[in-house]
T-cell receptor
Framework: KAGVTQTPRYLIKTRGQQVTLSCSPISGHRSVSWYQQTPGQGLQFLFEYFSETQRNKGNFPGRFSGRQFSNSRSEMNVSTLELGDSALYLC?????????????FGSGTRLTVV | QQQVKQSPQSLIVQKGGISIINCAYENTAFDYFPWYQQFPGKGPALLIAIRPDVSEKKEGRFTISFNKSAKQFSLHIMDSQPGDSATYFCASPSGTYKYIFGTGTRLKVLA
């Protein structure tokens, strides 16, 4: 059974640019959540999508956005990149969004903003 | 802003010993409380999760103890092994489908 696939694995961008990250969930999973992980702040919730609808979002500026497609694949976009956006971006998929059996993280996209 | 307080930040245990990590949450418990294990270069992996109406859950060498009245829960790793050396995170539900994570505990098990 394939896991959660995130692409690309590594990304280097310049301040002011925008970036799009992709997440393919486990087959059959309809919920996709996104997290930002940094050494200083730990894991912080960005947003959760289920059947193309955003059901909740974290405390991030509007520069961070996401969407989910009908096949449950999800993308997140960060516009006007800042140095502080450098982080590991993780997505996780599950059947319904609960952190019990089947909640699975991908290996993440390491974003570096220079 | 709601927080999840996790302790200790780091832990060194001898092989065969018991590792104990604690978390305290602030909001009302209504959904699963999970523990995650993360190795360098990998995403967190769900280790074990407990419902708030259960006081203890055991899976192999891993046990969650949950104290709803004190708003605390802990992870116990029995017979700790060098392969358990990783960073462990607890998480608390905070609103629908939203979770707040603890700051992590770096565990090192000495051979």
């Amino acid at each position: 059974k394939a896991g959660v696939t995130q692409t690309p694995r590594y990304l280097i961008k310049t301040r002011g640019q925008q970036v799009t990250l992709s997440c393919s969930p486990i087959s059959g999973h309809r919920s996709v959540s996104w997290y930002q992980q940094t050494p200083g702040q730990g894991l912080q919730f960005l947003f959760e999508y289920f059947s193309e609808t955003q059901r909740n979002k974290g405390n991030f500026p509007g520069r961070f956005s996401g969407r989910q497609f009908s096949n449950s694949r999800s993308e997140m976009n960060v516009s006007t990149l800042e140095l502080g956006d450098s982080a590991l971006y993780l997505c996780a998929s599950s059947l319904r969004g609960q952190h019990n059996y089947g909640y699975t993280f991908g290996s993440g996209t390491r974003l570096t903003v220079v | 802003q709601q927080q999840v307080k996790q302790s200790p930040q780091s832990l060194i245990v001898q092989k065969g010993g018991i590792s104990i990590i604690n978390c305290a949450y602030e909001n009302t418990a209504f959904d699963y409380f999970p523990w995650y294990q993360q190795f360098p270069g990998k995403g967190p992996a769900l280790l074990i999760a407990i419902r708030p109406d259960v006081s203890e859950k055991k899976e192999g060498r891993f046990t969650i103890s949950f104290n709803k009245s004190a708003k605390q829960f802990s992870l116990h790793i029995m017979d700790s092994q060098p392969g358990d050396s990783a960073t462990y995170f607890c998480a608390s539900p905070s609103g629908t489908y939203k979770y707040i994570f603890g700051t992590g505990t770096r565990l090192k098990v000495l051979a």
